[in-house]
Structure formats: C-alpha cells, structure tokens
C-alpha cells in the first residue's frame, strides 16, 4: 500500500519486537558501460557512505537464486526506468533469459555493489521482518466474528501540515467540533463511545489477529459467508493521528515480559494467558488504522509497499529511504529467523516503515518481507538478526 504497508508493520514486529558453465544469448549492452573505479561515495545522512567492492565481497553472492528475484526487480523497474540511469539496465533485463546465471550475469555487466558503511566504519544492523496478516471475516456481525475493522470515519479531516510549518512531519488529523478542530479520539476513546458504529468494513473472529492487522497495515481476509469463499485486501487507507505505542514494550516494562520473549509469538502467547487483559493492553497503543478494500487478482503477489509495486515474498525490503533510494536492488546478508544458518539473497528496496530508521552508529536497518498467512507470520515475528547490505547501483552513474 503506497503505503504503506510496513509504515505501521516494522513499529510493531522490530519491537514487539551457483554459478552454471555456459551463459548463452544473454543481452549485451551496444556500448559496454565502465566500471568505475573503485571509491567511496558519500550519501544522506551524513554518517553513512558507499563503497564500491568487487561481488567477489559479496557473501554467498553466486550461490543465490537470482531468477527468484527476478519479479521483484522487474516490478522496481516499472519505477526506476524513468530516470534515465536505470533505464539501460532495466531494458536489459527485460529481455533477459530466466536463469540464475544469465540474471547474475546481466546484474553484474550494468550494476556496481557499494558497501554501506556508518561511520566509525560499522558495516551492519538490525534486520527485522514483516507480513500481511490472513483472518476470517463476514459481512455482517454474527458469533464468532465479533471484532470489526474500519472503514476511514467521514469526519476524520487530515490537515495539510504546510499551514502550519512547524508542526511538518506531525500526524495532523482530527475532527471538527463545532468549529474548532480537535485531536481524534484514541482507540480507547473510540471503543468506549462506540463511535465508530457504521464503518464497519468486516468483522473477524480473532481480536489479537485483528490487532496486529493493524499494525501491520493491511491484511488478507477470507470472507466465510461469500456464496463462493470470496477473498479480500484490506489496504492502508488512514489512521486517527495519535502516535504508534508498542504492547511490547509496555509488557517488557510492567515485567510481564523478558525482552527475549517479546516478539509477536511472546505477545500472543501472554494475550493467550491473559484474555481478560486484551483490551487493556490494546489500549497502551491509542492509534487506530483504517482501511479501504482491494480485490485479490493474484494471490502469489503481495501488497503495494511505499514504491507502489506489489511486494515479493522473500525478496522485498522495507528501508530508510535516506540511505537506499526506493527501487534500488539490494544484496542482504543475515541469518535466518532464530538461526545462525545464512540468509545472504538478491532483494528490492520497496517499502518503507515508521521503524525503519538507520540507528546512529548503524550502517543497516530493513525489515524482510516474508509473504501472506501464518507461516509468514511466525517466520517475520521471530526475525531479529544482523545484517550487512551492498547497493547495487548503474556503472559510472
């Protein structure tokens, strides 16, 4: 969702936490583009720079499945071709063949890899991973689908923060009343006043998946009461202007838990414990999200991140867009979820996050999209690893 879809999802998942012998008719540039030689660029912000390796630097770089990343990068290009450096490559790669090694191959006669490097020369960060929630849901409510999600309120007003410079960057969104324009309630005020009632869009069987739906900012619901299993998106639309609270860490803070257990599965496991402490506990985070409903063409593709291109399973990225320009593909080097074992693959910066914020003295923050349903799930919850990442940027440009 332009977006977006990880803005809410990396606030609550981060803190709740071979090569082939033989290449043939692989596209061939007219003019072969010059590899420049090898240097460090400076880019924003100011503590983090590029430098420019051999792929030999690359960990595990021949051994990936670069068709596998293929859709991503062909999906990104729909962006990047517009401006007038990316446009050879992606030409190119357009007329590529669908192996591993002729996309190998094509990436590494156009592309240059540029280590990022914070300063004090760290070269790694956290790597966290996000997904796109499944539920139940009926049209209508009806035992056990008790729990609505939204639709955006009609007086919901969201102001245009270029009236009052000041306050750029804010979440300025309220209501009127009378002719004063007041903050929006927060979700705790809204349950009580039941002021929502008539912007249901679905209602759903399970209040905590609903609850981390929210935070992830979009979601697929099976619709039970279609005459033939209907299946839907739930896209970002808006939200009610009060800032993101993490459950996490106000669990970690009351010692209800350790910050080893507060991942998504810790917090569902204690919601689990604790029915009775639900609300309670969704209270502790006074944003609401809102929805607008999307058909579901193409189960296999995921939803629009920040780039506006539907996410791939394992080779999107949500980024910092101040130290990776949207669409850039990205080499990442991590573990696996709970694992030492390396993840190290070709993937697409195309999203972005509220979370998704380069720490100072870090040279990497991204969170890994994982894909649709529960696997997904636990897979982006139990993400919590180091990382490395190389930009892959057009020669000479």
Known sequence: MAR????????????????CAGVAELP???????????????????????????YAALPGWNNDAHAR?????????????????????????????????QIRHLIETWLTPFRVVAAGGATSGLV????????????????????????????????????????SGANLRGRLVGRTLVPYPTRAELSASHALAGQEMVWVDDPVEAFFLQVQGTGKIQIVDAEHGETIRLAYA????????????????????????????????????????????????????????????DASLGPKGALGVPLSAGRSIAVDPKVVPLGTPVFLATSLPNSAMPLERLVSAQDTGAAIVTAPGSAVRVDLYFGSGAQAGDDAGRMKAQGRMWLLLPKGS
């Open 4 to 19: 977006f879809f990880s803005r809410n999802a990396a606030a609550s998942i981060a803190l709740v936490l071979s090569g």
């Open 28 to 54: 061939r540039p007219s003019v072969a583009p010059a590899a420049p030689p090898l240097a460090t660029v400076q880019i924003s912000p100011p503590d983090i720079r590029l430098e420019a390796v051999d």
């Open 69 to 101: 990343a293929l859709p991503a990068l062909l999906a990104s290009c729909g962006a990047l071709a517009r401006e007038p450096r990316w446009q050879p490559f992606c030409d190119a790669l357009k007329k590529a063949g669908s192996s591993d090694a």
């Open 128 to 167: 966290t991973g996000y997904y796109e929630p499944l539920l139940r849901g009926m049209r209508s409510r009806q035992a056990p689908f008790l729990t609505p999600l939204y639709r955006v309120p009609l007086d919901l007003i969201d102001v245009d923060a270029a009236l009052v410079p000041e306050l």
């Open 238 to 297: 808006d939200h009610n202007g009060q800032p993101y609270r993490s459950i996490g860490k106000r669990l970690i803070e009351q010692h209800e838990l350790a910050q080893s257990e507060a991942s998504m599965q810790g917090i569902k496991a204690w919601l689990s414990a604790h029915p009775e402490r639900a609300d309670e506990l969704f209270n502790v985070n006074p944003r609401v999200v809102f929805f607008r409903e999307e058909k579901v063409t």
